[in-house]
């Protein structure tokens, strides 16, 4: 019985970690109406490049809300799908862009200069 009562708190302090992808999961589908089905968001979000690592793939971008990801604006480091990207635009350049979470990473996946 004592076992028991000594595992108790480990027991809770996992609970949050075990639920969280049920919790999250029931979190996405709670606008879904029926015969609705589930379309990501990739409208373009609008930014400005403030810093370019091509060494590690890397734009550091002053953005505005990022609509799919449900984050408000600020400025971040993001890892670029292609490393092309790198090469379209430089430090000060208006860009718009698709970024999805990959592998618990934020990556860019269409960059496109604004002219």
């Known amino acids: ?9 480990r027991i809770v302090a996992l609970a949050p970690l ?6 999250a ?7 879904m109406q029926p015969g609705m089905t589930m379309v990501a968001d990739t409208s373009m979000t609008e930014g400005e490049i403030r810093k370019i690592d091509k060494s590690l793939g890397k734009l550091t ?3 505005g ?7 408000p604006a600020m400025t971040m480091v993001f890892n ?4 092309r990207f790198l090469d379209k635009v430089k430090v000060g350049d208006k860009v718009r862009f698709i970024v999805v979470m990959d592998a ?12």
């Not at 670029?80 to 490393?83: G, N, R």
């Not at 618990?104 to 002219?115: F, N, R, S």
Request: glycine letters at 2%.
């Open 61 to 63: 971008i002053k953005h």
């Open 104 to 115: 618990g990473k934020m990556v860019i996946t269409d960059l496109q200069p604004v002219e």
């Open 80 to 83: 670029v799908k292609d490393m």
């Open 25 to 31: 999961h029931a979190q996405m589908n709670h606008a």
């Open 18 to 23: 075990i639920l969280m992808p049920v919790f």
């Open 65 to 71: 809300p990022i609509r799919n990801l449900d984050m």
């Open 1 to 9: 019985m004592m076992n028991y009562l000594k595992s108790i708190p």
